[in-house]
């Protein structure tokens, strides 16, 4: 069990998630990523679409800021919780990409918010501060 941490005034909480899909078919998973950019902008053309969706991090941008995350509509995808067992994957959507489950942490710490950095951000944003409560 967490120790009782109360809120105060300049305290940073820390939401962290971790959200994975695994792709199972390439080609559905390029087309639906060509598909946002072209939903996003109605007068670009497929070759134009093909052209600018060209692998992982393109695709994965162009969903994620259409909608919000990847496999966004997957509702039940928690880690070994009325969860997929390891390994079974989902064949038949139609972004092919098979949700592998999602965690969040909640992490309070005394350093600075991500906004105090200003363009100056740390080396590792994502390192793993202690979590420790101040009197």
């Known amino acids: ?34 598909q946002a950019l072209r939903d996003g902008d109605p007068e670009l053309s497929e070759a134009q679409a093909q052209a600018a969706i060209t692998d992982v991090y393109d695709a994965v941008h162009v969903l994620l800021d259409r909608d919000g995350q990847l496999a966004a509509d ?15 994957r989902v064949t038949d959507r139609p972004d092919g990409l098979s949700p592998a489950g999602h965690l969040q942490e909640i992490v309070v710490v005394d350093g600075p918010p991500l906004q105090d950095y200003g363009c100056f951000l740390p080396s590792d944003l994502f390192n793993r501060p202690e979590s420790r409560p101040t009197a």
């Not at 997957?74 to 079974?88: H, N, S």
């Open 1 to 34: 069990m967490t120790e009782a941490v109360p809120p105060r005034a300049g305290m940073t909480i820390s939401v962290r998630s971790r959200r994975d899909v695994v792709v199972v078919d390439p080609d559905r998973f390029l087309a639906a990523a060509r």
């Open 74 to 88: 997957e509702a039940d995808d928690l880690v070994g919780v009325r969860g997929r067992p390891p390994g079974v």
